[in-house]
């Protein structure tokens, strides 16, 4: 694992402890690292011990009240960069403790500001998409209502089709069933009976053969109508299409 890597982990492990906590051990870190020569891109040695194991014994101290020290943030043994015995304590040098004071309250500003500014743009663009939304709604109602004459004759035309397509082939087919039944119990002759039943079967074989279009044009063309009407709108809205 390298330096870069033991440190974005380190810090994703203590997220749920306090900043200063956080900041101390990854601070321990940093400068543990900086002193031995270990880049960012230099594997970090095994003796260190994992992220894991060193956040779960940093946690430990925490809960039991102990101060933070090199004791408990490093699991492979303590280190002291001045090469002195005992442990590194991070807030031993006074120095040090204001700079790290004053480098969590710089952090913490800037997280505020940054906060503020994201969650500042963001309603301001929530709210000009919602507006640019609002005038593109009311410009197609506006065209809607300026073309009403034309889609609402094209949309009676769909409607004569239908049904008039629909009334002729019940017409045919009853006109031809009716003529082939009267062929058949009707006392007159011969030819005439022949005559009535082949112009009957003519009417309903069209009746039969009407009912094709008349499907068609229900399943497939009035469901492709109403996808582009709907993606149209969606353009004019700018919201995002959908499958019919």
Same mark, same amino acid.
């Given at each position: ?35 031995? $020569? ?15 194991? /060193? ?9 039991? %009240? ?38 969590? %309250? ?11 500014? &994201? ?14 939304? +609002? ?9 809607? +209502?300026?073309?009403? !004459? ?7 035309? /769909?409607?004569?089709?239908?049904? %008039?397509? $629909? $009334?002729?082939?019940? *017409?045919? *087919? ?13 006392? &007159? %002759? ?8 082949? /112009? ?12 094709? !279009? ?8 009035? !469901? ?13 809205? $700018? ?6």
């Amino acid at each position: 694992m390298t330096r870069k890597v033991f440190m974005e982990t380190l810090e994703r492990m203590l997220s749920d402890v306090s900043f200063n906590d956080r900041y101390d051990a990854l601070s321990y870190y940093k400068e543990y690292f900086d002193d031995a $020569g270990i880049t960012e891109d230099m594997v970090v040695p095994e003796s260190v011990g994992t992220p894991e194991q /060193i956040a779960m014994r940093l946690k430990k101290s925490i809960n039991s %009240g102990e101060n933070i020290t090199s004791e408990n943030i490093n699991i492979g043994g303590t280190y002291n960069r001045d090469n002195t015995s005992g442990s590194y304590n991070t807030n031993q040098n006074t120095g040090n403790s204001y700079n790290n004071s004053q480098n969590a %309250g710089q952090y913490s500003y800037n997280n505020s500001q940054n906060t503020a500014q &994201y969650e500042y743009n963001n309603a301001g663009q929530y709210n000009k998409k919602n507006d640019e939304r +609002a005038i593109k709604i009311i410009v197609a109602i506006i065209i809607a +209502a300026v073309t009403f !004459p034309i889609w609402s004759g094209i949309l009676g035309v /769909i409607i004569g089709i239908v049904f %008039g397509l $629909g $009334g002729t082939i019940i *017409g045919l *087919g009853v006109a031809g069933l009716s003529l082939i039944v009267v062929a058949i119990v009707s006392g &007159y %002759g011969f030819a005439t009976s022949i005559l009535l039943m082949g /112009i009957g079967l003519i009417l309903f074989g069209i009746a039969v053969l009407l009912v094709v !279009p008349e499907v068609l044009f229900c399943i497939r063309f009035l !469901p492709w109508l109403f996808k582009q009407v709907v993606e149209l709108v969606h353009k004019i809205t $700018g919201r995002k299409e959908f499958n019919v």
